[in-house]
């Protein structure tokens, strides 16, 4: 039903951009192309009849003048007084306004008064005037009347002309600029076709791409080309694929990886209880295959739980980030705090955060006889403790795990300006330099007889590393085979 809504209220789904914009073109070419008709067209025709109307006063006043000299209407024919302007009708009206002479030689005419005509009656009051009119017939004509004295009492030489040739030239030139309009229009619109698919092309081709994409084809890419506006955004769509095809790849790694690992001890525990079937235990080797299990459900145990903890790194920053938005956005205050601070986040007993974490630790560094030894320096910050804990958490239990029987785990802490570091240094065995860019990795061990003894997933330096590039804080590490490790973690703008 809605697909039906949306199909009727859209009627030029059919076009594309490229008819659109070439239809822009041609429509934007017509508005300009008949403002300037109108305004041509109106100065060409008051141009004509200035030019007619001045050209009929100079003759009618000529005329006036000449018939004036020799003797008056009566006594002089329009042919010895200079003759009367092509096309058109001159009447000579005395002051009263009776039609003397008629250069139409209509004798209907003589003796009849004009006084009702507008240009005579200015006239014989001393005015010249000229008006154009159409008549009924639809012919256009101008009046044009003068003042003339022609025996002391007054009087008037009226003109009429027949401007159909100003008309017939206005024709002429409308018709020449609707064919101009229309070769201009065809022309236009090819252009305006190939301007149009410059803009176009990119646009459909980003639209093929990404539809492509949407069946899994990661690894296409479009051409930056067109205008800077297309190209801009043909290097974006481009970016966003390889983050696209870049996060896919790490996801199918990921749980590749995580599948390996699950595996593992799910074989180890298929293998024991088939074991069991073929040949039942004694009391003896049951303790000790039960001891088997055990450990081996506690790596699938300990492996589920450290994707879990991947998973909710985001889930957490997401939603934190979603109510300090929501806050910002409805107060004003309290916002985003820029760098590692969560957002919206309140001031907290950094101190306090450290101390939940190594209690939590204590346990497991007791069974080996590990020290843990804090110096923490009180300070509120503006830090998640469900992060904070995922991050010095497994921080700290590497330390205690690695670390030898009766070793010492250092935990420290400091502030440089609005920043807050976290230190957490052990006396394990050290890493050696070629695999510390990878110790961050997922489910990489450096030593992975050793990290099976320690019951390590591979996942909690990964953990790390995530919620750290996750709050924009950084972790470091500084090591050597034999002397230790040493992590630091740095929050930016964290302190309150």
């Not at 001159?90 to 139409?104: C, E, F, K, N, Q």
């Not at 008037?156 to 064919?179: E, G, P, T, Y």
């Not at 769509?237 to 870049?246: D, K, T, Y």
């Not at 050793?450 to 996750?470: H, M, Y």
Request: aromatic share 6%.
């Amino acid at each position: 039903m809605t697909e039906r809504v949306q199909r009727k209220a859209g009627p030029g789904r059919g076009l594309g951009i490229r008819w659109h914009l070439a239809l822009t073109y041609l429509v934007i070419i017509w508005v300009t192309l008949g403002v300037l008709l109108v305004f041509i067209s109106r100065s060409l025709t008051e141009s004509g009849l200035y030019s007619r109307t001045t050209y009929l006063y100079a003759q009618a006043h000529l005329l006036s003048s000449s018939i004036k000299a020799r003797g008056g209407p009566l006594g002089t024919t329009f042919g010895s007084a200079g003759g009367v302007p092509a096309g058109a009708r001159v009447l000579l009206i005395d002051g009263t306004g009776r039609v003397l002479s008629d250069s139409a030689m209509d004798n209907d005419m003589l003796e009849k008064n004009l006084t009702g005509v507008p240009e005579v009656r200015q006239a014989l009051d001393g005015r010249q005037v000229a008006n154009t009119y159409y008549l009924p017939d639809g012919s256009y004509v101008l009046y044009l009347a003068v003042p003339s004295d022609w025996d002391g009492r007054g009087g008037a030489l009226f003109v009429s002309q027949n401007l159909d040739d100003i008309v017939a030239q206005h024709k002429q030139f409308m018709r020449a600029v609707l064919w101009g309009g229309c070769l201009a229009s065809a022309a236009a619109l090819a252009i305006a076709g190939v301007l149009s698919g410059i803009v176009s092309g990119p646009m459909l081709e980003l639209a093929s791409v990404a539809g492509r994409m949407s069946s899994g084809r990661f690894d296409l890419r479009v051409r930056p080309r067109g205008p800077h506006e297309t190209r801009t955004l043909a290097r974006s769509f481009n970016a966003m694929a390889s983050s696209i095809e870049s996060t896919f790849a790490a996801q199918e790694e990921f749980l590749m990886a995580a599948a390996h690992e699950l595996r593992s001890p799910l074989a180890a525990m298929n293998i024991l209880l088939e074991s069991m079937e073929i040949s039942p235990p004694s009391q003896a080797e049951f303790s000790e295959l039960i001891e088997d299990l055990q450990g081996e459900l506690k790596r699938l145990i300990s492996t589920s739980e450290g994707i879990l903890d991947l998973l909710r790194i985001r889930n957490v920053i997401s939603d934190g980030s979603n109510r300090g938005g929501r806050r910002q956005g409805s107060s004003g205050q309290g916002g985003s705090r820029q760098g590692g601070a969560q957002v919206g986040c309140q001031p907290r007993e950094f101190q306090s955060m450290v101390d939940q974490v190594v209690q939590e630790s204590c346990l497991s560094a007791a069974e080996k006889g590990v020290v843990i030894k804090v110096d923490v320096c009180p300070v509120l910050c503006h830090l998640d403790p469900v992060i904070f804990k995922l991050v010095a958490g497994n921080l700290l239990d590497n330390a205690v795990k690695f670390s030898p029987r009766g070793g010492t785990v250092w935990v420290s802490a400091c502030t440089e300006g609005s920043d807050l570091i976290l230190s957490i240094q052990d006396q394990g065995p050290g890493i050696p330099s070629e695999d510390i860019p990878r110790v961050f990795d997922r489910f990489y061990r450096v030593d992975a007889a050793r990290q099976k003894s320690t019951g390590g997933t591979g996942l909690g330096l990964a953990i790390v590393k995530e919620a750290c590039k996750r709050q924009n804080a950084h972790v470091s590490l500084e090591s050597r085979p034999g002397e230790g490790s040493v992590f630091t973690v740095r929050w930016h703008d964290a302190v309150a």
